[in-house]
């Protein structure tokens, strides 16, 4: 038996699929796994923070049914690991690139020279540069990257290595209360850990997706794979739910053409970490330079309000108590009030961005700050700014009956169908009857949605009456 590896766990919470794992056993070598809270990077947010601490327990079990003990730690990997590899005499370090961490990785690499070390990928479908344009550049547009994307056949997903073996000492690490402090607890039915993320998926592969078209366009309804957290802590790989979905759809026609829309959906994720790769700064820099002078207002209290599911346009509100409840929210929704923000306060993009990464479970460094650009009309391919929602349109259109405002601003639950998405049109009586005041049990709305759209207009002009080049 050969000497010991050290395996460096990252954002890739499972034994499947897991490269470095596989390289870091080869040889029947006895393997300690180690796990840091990376302070060089940006903190994880409270929803991220709960799911991980969940997902280490979990995994930490799986991890030493093969013998092999798991130490957390925190603080800088290039101290860190280096330390650690020396404590136990490890012969090989492997991990999987972080390709949110590209600069963090190549410090640990340098720190660890003169020890072998390997670095495999497991957090995409395509390894970083291969998906390029004829002239060599990154896609700045989406389709076009995805039909390469969907062309590109990314590798098959590999198994558990056998054999998998532990080292006999463990050097002491921090405990995971002390790692990740319980100070968040999201509602509802989450189960975080590699083997629910599998349980999960073929749920959704084999009962969801032939819906999810349609389904996926309805907050109120659980149409869509919930597979976020998982693929943003690595409780999956995104190469195994792509050979998944393959899989299904060669069984027929309509599965087929569901998981078509299925696979794009992670073509986005895909598209969003190539912006990541030539934009690390994209959390707080505009993608378009132009909106760096765009009029953003001030206002802690229409914030808060927005934060708080108090804006008075209740599928604003009911999908921001959602969000805060349940550290997860549906995309449309994402969509509708990430504008709200954005369009009808006129508040920065950055600030929401920076509240969507402190509770989401899935708060995931590419796909979060892309998403917002995109809604704030800023970023790659994005929605045009002057694309402004209707929340009482968006409404009508994907919560008609009203159910999941009614889920989440119980206060307008008796509110008749007609006015479910517009209290403020009610008249007084049918108001009465349903038990609402409001100014008092539910707020008017924080602004007028015609006044608020002619407000962001204006903005956006005077944005676009400077030269605006866009850099890349
Ligand atoms: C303002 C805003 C912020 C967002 N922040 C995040 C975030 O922090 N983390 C995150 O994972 N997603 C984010 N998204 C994208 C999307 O809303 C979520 O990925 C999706 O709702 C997760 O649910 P699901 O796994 O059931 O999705 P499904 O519809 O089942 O999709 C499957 C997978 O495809 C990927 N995907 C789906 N939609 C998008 C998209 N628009 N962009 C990139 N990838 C996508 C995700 O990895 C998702 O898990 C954001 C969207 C918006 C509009």
């Known amino acids: 038996m050969s000497g010991p590896a050290l395996l460096w766990l990252g954002r890739d919470l499972r034994l499947a699929d897991n490269p470095a794992l596989i390289r870091a056993t080869a040889g029947r070598r ?27 327990a979990a995994l930490e079990k799986s991890l030493s049914a093969h013998g092999i003990p798991l130490v957390l730690d925190k603080g800088d990997p290039a101290r860190v690991l280096p330390k650690i590899a020396e ?19 190549a410090r640990v690499e340098k720190a660890l ?67 990740f402090p319980k100070d968040f607890e999201p509602a509802g039915d989450w189960r975080p850990g590699e083997e629910h993320a599998r349980e999960q998926l073929s749920n959704f592969l ?40 393959l899989a299904r759809m060669a069984h027929g026609k309509q599965g087929s053409e569901a998981g078509e829309v299925f696979l ?53 509100d009911a999908s921001m108590r959602a969000l805060k409840t349940e550290g997860w929210l549906h995309n449309r929704m994402r969509m509708v009030v990430a504008s709200f923000l954005v369009k009808h306060l006129l508040l920065p993009w950055q600030d929401g961005e920076q509240w969507f990464w402190d509770v989401l479970v899935d708060a995931d460094p590419a796909n979060n700050p892309a998403n917002w650009q995109w ?15 209707n929340p009482m349109l968006q409404g009508k259109r ?11 601003v119980p206060e307008l639950a008796q509110l008749p169908e007609k006015h479910i998405h517009a209290p403020w049109e ?44 866009s850099h890349s």
């Open 30 to 56: 006895p393997v300690l796994a180690l796990y840091v809270l990376d302070e060089t990077i940006r903190p994880p947010g409270r929803g991220q923070r709960w799911w991980l601490r969940q997902s280490l």
């Open 87 to 105: 404590e136990i005499g490890a012969e090989i370090v492997a991990w999987n690139r972080r390709p949110e961490a590209p600069e963090s990785d």
């Open 113 to 179: 020279q003169g020890r072998e070390v390997f670095i495999g990928s497991g957090a995409l479908l395509t390894e970083p540069g291969q998906i390029r344009t004829g002239t060599g550049g990154a896609y700045q547009v989406f389709g076009p990257f995805w039909r390469a994307c969907r062309a590109s056949d990314p590798a098959r997903p590999q198994r558990i290595p056998d054999d998998l073996a532990g080292v006999r000492q463990a050097p002491r690490g921090t405990a995971l209360d002390a790692l």
């Open 206 to 245: 084999d009962e969801g997706m032939s819906d999810y078209p349609t389904a996926r366009d309805i907050p109120s309804v659980a149409g869509t794979s919930l597979a976020s957290p998982r693929l943003a802590s690595g409780e999956v790989s995104p190469r195994q739910i792509w050979q998944a979905t």
């Open 264 to 316: 794009r959906e992670l073509g986005w994720r895909e598209f969003s970490y190539g912006i990541l790769a030539d934009h690390p700064d994209m959390a707080t820099r505009p993608l378009r330079e132009a909106f760096e002078r765009f009029p953003w207002r001030k206002s802690k209290a229409e914030f808060d309000a927005w934060r708080a599911g108090q804006t008075g346009y209740p599928l604003i």
């Open 375 to 389: 809604v704030a009309g800023c970023g790659m391919d994005a929605a045009p700014y002057f694309r402004i929602f």
């Open 398 to 408: 994907f919560d008609p009956g009203g159910d999941y405002v009614r889920a989440w």
């Open 426 to 469: 009610a008249p007084a009586d049918v108001l009465r009857r349903a038990g609402v005041e409001l100014g008092k049990t539910y707020p008017m709305p924080i602004v007028e949605h015609a006044g608020a759209r002619q407000r962001a207009l204006a903005a956006l002009a005077t944005i676009r009456q400077q030269p605006s080049p």
